[in-house]
């Protein structure tokens, strides 16, 4: 069955209902996320996104924010970007370091890394496009902490990707921060459900 590629109002439960399943959904969606989290160098996480990590997001901010019926329509528009429209994949990517002083100074000397991630497998190498909403690197050039980025294949990257046993190989090509992550087998499956 093919992922589905839009969230739709339809798709959004009351958040009355919501509250009935939300620890059950939560538990369900751990098993759809793990193989879809790659560590990329000492703090860089890569969460490829899904119609159902999304779809859960979008309940998570009701349930917290309590915006009601008006909120719904804003979540739907921050959120269906990030959900893969057949022919890419698309991930959340966070540099996660605890210590402020230390964060600023990293971030400070990663300007334009959105730029910089690729993913290479059999022969192909698909660059990352950043999401276009926001510029996620300052006009001094620190980056963002959160960056989203899109893969956009051709119909012959897809048939590769999805031969089972491909190894494929996430990451940057940043000066200050060119680490790479080689995909599980589980990852790169769950991930070629994602193509239509």
């Not at 917290?64 to 739907?76: P, R």
């Not at 993913?119 to 926001?134: C, R, Y």
């Amino acid at each position: 069955m093919a992922a589905k590629q839009q969230i739709t109002r339809d798709d959004i439960m009351p958040v009355e209902e919501y509250v009935k399943v939300r620890k059950e959904m939560r538990q369900n969606l751990l098993a759809i996320k793990k193989p879809r989290r790659i560590e990329i160098g000492p703090v860089a996480t890569c969460y490829f996104e899904c119609y159902e990590t999304m779809l859960h997001q979008i309940q998570e901010m009701l349930y917290i924010e309590k915006g009601g019926e008006e909120q719904i329509a804003d979540e739907l528009s921050a959120y269906n970007p990030l959900v893969p429209k057949g022919q890419e994949l698309v991930a959340t990517v966070m540099f996660e370091i605890d210590d402020p002083i230390r964060r600023k100074n990293f971030l400070s000397r990663l300007g334009g890394v959105e730029e910089t991630m690729f993913l290479q497998f059999a022969g192909e190498t698909v660059k990352g496009v950043p999401e276009a909403d926001v510029d996620r690197t300052t006009a001094d050039g620190k980056a963002s902490s959160v960056q989203f980025i899109h893969f956009p294949f051709t119909a012959g990257q897809i048939a590769k990707f999805r031969e089972a046993g491909t190894q494929v190989v996430l990451g940057f090509s940043h000066p200050s921060y060119s680490h790479m992550a080689v995909l599980s087998e589980a990852s790169r499956a769950a991930l070629a459900e994602d193509f239509a």
